[in-house]
């Protein structure tokens, strides 16, 4: 019926691979969790922190390509539709940032220095203290996540929705 792929308006290179590695990054940093939670060793927390931290620094160059690049014109869709669209995509930016810079601050409170990989160490560069690390440790576990699990979930059934049910080809955009 409709073969909108040849004209369709896509994001640009950059974004497109600025977008799919956050995702990529964000599935393995949780993978890490669940690993460490469920085999119960050290090696894989020491994984979540060090991605966990790359996925901070990659989305700091995400926002700033997103600053330089242009977007593509958005789709037509009623105006609720745009406003929900670009305030949960905010949304996740925000909370892509927040949760590492929570979870290092997180390390660094409870006295922690963070290891990247064995390349180099995120040092404690505060003065350690357990009241503020509890207060992080709730804040990355019981608040962000959830958040991160809402949006993202909504994010995707968006997709689908306009995939399926719409059948419009916006994920040909970020393809
Ligand atoms: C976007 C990046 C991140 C995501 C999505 C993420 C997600 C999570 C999740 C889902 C948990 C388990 C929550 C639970 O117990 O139910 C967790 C725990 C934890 N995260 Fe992260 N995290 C991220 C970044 C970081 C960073 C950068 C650090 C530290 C440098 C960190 C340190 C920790 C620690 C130490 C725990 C264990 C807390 C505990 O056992 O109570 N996280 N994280
Ligand atoms: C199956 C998984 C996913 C699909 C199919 C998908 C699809 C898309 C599409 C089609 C767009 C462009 C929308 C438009 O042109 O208006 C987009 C944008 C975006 N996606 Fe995803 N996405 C997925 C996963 C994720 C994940 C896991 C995250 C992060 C948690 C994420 C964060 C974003 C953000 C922040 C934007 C807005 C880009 C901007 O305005 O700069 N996506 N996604």
Redesign the pocket.
Same mark, same amino acid.
């Given at each position: 019926m409709n073969n909108a792929n040849s004209n369709v308006s896509k994001w640009s290179v950059s974004s497109r691979i600025f977008h799919w590695i956050s995702a990529a990054?964000?599935l393995v940093?949780?993978l890490m969790?669940l690993l460490?939670?469920n085999l119960d060793s050290n090696v894989f927390?020491g994984y979540?922190?060090?991605?966990?931290?790359s996925? @901070?620094f990659w +989305?700091i160059a995400r926002v700033i390509n997103r600053i330089f690049t242009k977007a593509p014109p958005p789709l037509a869709m009623p105006k609720w539709q745009m406003l929900v669209s670009q305030l949960s995509h905010f949304a996740l930016y925000a909370? @892509?940032?927040a +949760?590492?810079?929570?979870?290092?601050?997180?390390?660094?409170y409870?006295g922690?220095p963070?290891d990247i990989f064995g390349t180099f160490q995120?040092p404690v560069f505060v003065t350690p203290d357990r009241s503020l690390a509890r207060f992080y440790?709730n804040l990355?576990?019981?608040i962000?996540?959830p958040m991160?699990i809402g949006f993202t979930v909504l994010h995707i059934a968006a997709a689908l929705y306009h995939q399926f049910v719409k059948k419009d080809n916006l994920i040909a955009r970020m393809k």
């Open positions: 990054l964000l940093t949780w969790i460490y939670e927390i979540h922190k060090a991605f966990g931290v996925l @901070l +989305m909370i @892509l940032i +949760m590492p810079m929570v979870g290092l601050l997180m390390a660094v409870g922690r963070v995120i440790n990355h576990t019981e962000i996540w991160i």
